[in-house]
């Protein structure tokens, strides 16, 4: 049985006993076919070396690692598939690595547009002719200082957006410095408070209690929706808004970039990678390590202006 034969009869099984999807089998038959075509004898009968030197050649072609991962998975399982059917005596994919996938920099803010976005919150907020009667339910001075308590809050604890939305009303009720939050795998973790970020709150909270509608809400940011509180897709939304209103490209904004400006500048400013790491909620330093570009930079940034023979 000649390659084509056996990698036809590896598609069969994976429609017939796994239930492939057409665009999953069109898409294996499009990587194994590839490699049977640049190997030597075809890929049935290939050696390890054959398909590392195939895997260098596509790598040496400019596909992305995330192809060239692809690629090395389709023909792994090609080779279970032969090993298990007795049609070879070997996988010869066993000793090959996946290619390294770079792990993208999170997108962020300068702190220029940072203070520019928050800024412009502030000033919606207190804009005198948004006439500032809750009791009158004006609804745009509402959204304002709802939008400016969360700006301000976002950016004073690097929330992620979900725990931020469902924050309780006794956050702001207490006036603390710090707060507990709950995060992911219901772990609890302390974060601070900014002056800026506690005033917003009570102002938010003061016109917060003349809206009938949300006294009994236990949430500081109840909406009428399913979980009693603000989606982050309203959030995110009315950030988009706010973004373009302060000259700020709504496409660069999202309450995520707003968390990893947080982070990033904290670190540019001298704070500890351990330390923010705790403030994030993450589990793992090796997740906090997408920021160590900032540290280098911080490094490189020192050396430059303080090594004596730097010039």
Known sequence: MNSAAR????????????????????????????????????????????????????AARGFAATSQARKLSAIRQFFKFLYAEGLRSDDPTGTLDSPKKGRPLPKTMSEADTGRLIDRAALE??????????????????????LHALVEVLYATGLRVSEL?????????????????????????MVPLSAKARTAMKTWLAARAKVPAFADSPFLFPAASDSGYLSR????????????????ASAKISPHVLRHAFASHLLQNGADLRAVQQLLGHADISTTQIYTHVLEERLVRLVNDHHPLAD
């Open 7 to 58: 990698i036809e009869a590896f598609l069969e099984m994976m429609s017939a006993e796994r239930g492939a999807a057409e665009n999953t089998l069109s898409s294996y038959r499009r990587d194994l076919e590839d490699a049977s075509s640049e190997i030597d004898g075809g890929l049935a009968g290939a050696a390890a070396a054959d398909i590392r030197a195939y895997l260098d050649d596509i």
């Open 165 to 189: 939305v469902g924050l309780p009303v006794t956050v702001a009720q207490r006036d603390d410095r710090f707060f507990m939050v709950r995060g992911k795998g219901d772990k609890e973790r």
């Open 233 to 248: 897709q309203v959030f995110a939304r009315d950030l988009k808004g706010l973004a373009a209103r302060a000259g700020i």
């Open 125 to 146: 907020a207190d804009d005198p002719r948004l006439g500032k009667d809750a009791a009158l339910g004006n609804s745009e001075w509402l959204a304002a200082l709802r």
